[in-house]
């Protein structure tokens, strides 16, 4: 039994070292990749339910490999999340985003929102409103088209760091979502505090929409009580024209999801919007 023990605790150690060595591979890479610049902008088209038109895109970061081609966010965000790389990650994503929602506008396509993804680390950096300040400057772009969404559990655990800021992106003028809305917990009474333009329901509580009852039952709940607060909600993942057609039904204000487009490159997005106008 003891050699046994000692044979799970070299398992362990070896399986720990394995993580950690992978875990500095990655690092190593995304560095590199940052450098290079083989990051890239993909954008998802979001939409208003009772008009059914695009109003705005959100900003969603691709790591394109040489060798392993496009890495999805849920594997390298948490990583720069841990090192701090998400620092420059996250303002090479805003500065492009902005540039970006400029350049549709000059070739000629409507004037979107740009939703771009702040991480926790980046909303407690005492430099961050200097630093959406200068990627609004730079690009052009007029302060009341950035969406800058944060997530509910950013919000909840770090509330009063976060609290500052809020209100100084606030005066400069732009738009903020709080993310994933309704897997952390926060009371909607509490959310008043931080003036908050959007709720965006997280997918899970939209995917079994209509059939789910207490999903349905939460989902209006929000609704009702966003609206009560002057707050505006977006439900995210919608697949299906059964969920969009309930989600009317219930008073969303607007959506994004696969049943519209998946998240595109630049190009593919303005051929989608050149494509929606001539129906
Ligand atoms: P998120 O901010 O909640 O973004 C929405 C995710 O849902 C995106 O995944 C999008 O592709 C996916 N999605 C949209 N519609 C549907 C649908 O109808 N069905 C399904 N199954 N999925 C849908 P993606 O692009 O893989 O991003 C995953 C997460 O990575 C994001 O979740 C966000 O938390 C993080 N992320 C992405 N880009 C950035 C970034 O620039 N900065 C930061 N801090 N985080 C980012
Ligand atoms: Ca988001
Ligand atoms: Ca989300
Ligand atoms: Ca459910």
Known sequence: AKAEGRNTFRYY???????????LETETRLRRALELGHLEVFYQPQLDVATGSII???ALVRWRDPEEGLISPARFIPVAEETGLINRLGQQVL???????VAWEQAGLPALDMAVNLSAHQIIDPQMTSR?????HESGLSAERLVLEITESTLMTQAEDVLGTLEELK???VQVAIDDFGTG????AYLKRFAIDWLKVD???????????????LTQTI????HNLGIQVLAEGVETREQLDFLARLGCDSWQGFLCSRPLPPEELAEHLNNRDDE
């Not at 500065?95 to 929602?101: N, Y």
């Not at 997918?203 to 039952?217: G, H, T, V, Y």
């Open 132 to 136: 959406v300040r200068r990627a609004l």
């Open 171 to 173: 005066q400069l003028g």
């Open 56 to 58: 705005g895109v959100e």
């Open 223 to 226: 609704i009702n009580l966003a």
């Open 95 to 101: 500065e492009r985003a902005c540039r970006q929602a």
């Open 13 to 23: 150690t070896q399986a720990l070292t394995e993580a950690a060595s992978e875990r």
């Open 203 to 217: 997918r899970c509580f939209i995917q079994d929409l209509p059939a789910d009852k207490s999903d349905a039952e």
């Open 185 to 188: 917990y926060s009371s909607l």
